[in-house]
């Protein structure tokens, strides 16, 4: 490497390779993978001096244009369907959601035990995301009912949950 060549890699990563990297790394998703997409469109603007010249164009839409085609080209490659560089090991542990489905189980059941005034109210204040005076209008009933409704319905699916045997945590 000559000191001319050495002279245009250290210019172009000065002047370039901060935006080269945003670029890349919004096209990949993954530093590690960014880095050397940098790293290899820096390589051939080195082996390619003549791609360089002001006279050609901008040198920043060349290395860009480089660079998105590197990146196209890994993403079609056979290693990059085999294997895939992360920078952290993802979680292979799978979750149970039986856990979840008996606490969904009952309170549906304790739901059933209250009444039907009870349930219509925080079946529109809770499960429909309803403010007050929107559930007023949904039940046709003043929003101080829709209040107190709540607040019964709540202290008895409360003592419902008890009497099934679930606690409070």
Request: charged fraction near 25%; aromatic fraction near 6%.
């Amino acid at each position: 490497m000559t000191d001319a060549d050495e002279e245009l890699v250290r210019a172009l990563h000065e002047e370039h390779a901060g935006a080269l990297f945003g670029y890349v790394l919004s096209l990949t998703g993954d530093r590690a993978e960014a880095q050397d997409v940098v790293q290899e469109t820096l390589l051939r603007a080195w082996r390619h001096p003549g791609a360089m010249d002001p006279a050609s164009g901008s040198n920043r839409a060349w290395l860009f244009t480089v660079a998105r085609r590197l990146v196209i080209d890994q993403r079609r490659s056979a290693r990059a369907r085999r294997e895939s560089v992360r920078a952290q090991v993802p979680d292979s542990s799978v979750v149970d959601e039986s856990e979840q489905v008996l606490q969904q189980w009952v309170v549906a059941q304790a739901l059933e035990r209250l009444s039907p005034e009870h349930r219509a109210v925080l079946r529109e204040c809770y499960f429909r995301g309803r403010s007050v005076a929107e559930a007023s209008r949904a039940l046709g009933v003043p929003a101080g009912t829709v209040k107190s409704r709540t607040h019964y319905a709540l202290m008895n699916l409360r003592l419902a949950l008890q009497e099934m045997g679930v606690s409070r945590r």
